[in-house]
């Protein structure tokens, strides 16, 4: 547990910031998290993603539910027993709330920080933030070394992933701009060439046979371009709760919060291994 008093917002609903939501959560924090606009999340079972379109979602035992007004957000915050999540652009009470951390990981969802939530500690998730610039510290989310505290300078994006085309990588795209209808359900085993939905008039097809990992949420305005489906290879790949790199992410972060609040050293290692 940090403290009882630490309250936390974190801006984005995609699955790592749900998990470190989540995490920070259950140590007795008071969590918050953000979302203006629809978020482009294709792993909607493994995240918060579907409160922002439904009201509430759940993972892993833990509701989220979005707060459309003042009294709601505050009770969520000081009850403690669901996470708010904020889906205007920017509100008063939001900006106003003497926010301890906040955790940004907005460009997971496909959207940017769009208020000025300012706080003591400023975090950001993955290769976007700059540590030093626009946060105090960055928690690395790929590459080789997940979970990493870098507190100078971006972390690295996995280089593998962008050599990897998207079809070999299982993911189906938007042909073109308009409204996603979708035909399966995130978990369903599907083969290769199968229906998964349309755009306006045009098919999605399966790019291979597997597992349904991931798939934009169904009415959702897509462009061109966009990541409309997953398909893992192994029907063992995990759709649903937390993942294990979501899990060692989310330890990360609540680590990192937990020395920078209570002012423990980094362990330095140069010289010693």
Do not use: Y
């Amino acid at each position: 547990m940090i403290s009882e008093q630490i309250s936390i917002l974190v801006l984005g609903l995609g699955p790592l910031a749900s998990a470190a939501a989540r995490l920070l959560f259950l140590a007795g924090n008071a969590v918050a998290m953000h979302q203006s606009g629809d978020p482009k999340v294709l792993r909607r079972k493994m995240s918060f993603a579907d409160a922002w379109s439904d009201g509430d979602a759940v993972l892993d035992g833990v509701e989220a539910r979005v707060t459309g007004r003042a009294d709601e957000f505050l009770a969520g915050m000081r009850q403690q027993n669901f996470i708010p999540v904020l889906t205007h652009r920017v509100a008063s009470t939001v900006e106003r709330w003497p926010w301890d951390i906040v955790l940004d990981a907005a460009g997971e969802s496909g959207g940017a920080q769009d208020g000025k939530f300012n706080a003591p500690l400023r975090m950001g998730l993955g290769s976007g933030p700059v540590a030093g610039e626009d946060c105090d510290l960055v928690i690395a989310t790929e590459g080789l070394d997940p979970g990493a505290v870098i507190r100078k300078g971006s972390a690295p994006a996995d280089a593998s992933r962008a050599e990897i085309g998207f079809h070999s990588a299982g993911l189906s795209l938007a042909p073109h701009d308009g409204r996603f209808r979708a035909a399966r359900d995130i978990g369903a085993r599907i083969g290769k060439g199968d229906l998964l939905g349309h755009v306006g008039a045009t098919p999605i097809v399966a790019p291979r046979a597997g597992r349904l990992i991931g798939l934009r949420r169904p009415g959702a305005v897509v462009a061109r371009e966009e990541k409309l489906a997953e398909v893992a290879l192994d029907p063992r790949t995990p759709f649903s709760d937390v993942g294990a790199n979501e899990q060692a992410v989310a330890r990360a972060v609540l680590l990192a919060a937990q020395m920078e609040v209570n002012g423990w050293e980094p362990v330095k290692l140069k010289g010693l291994v």
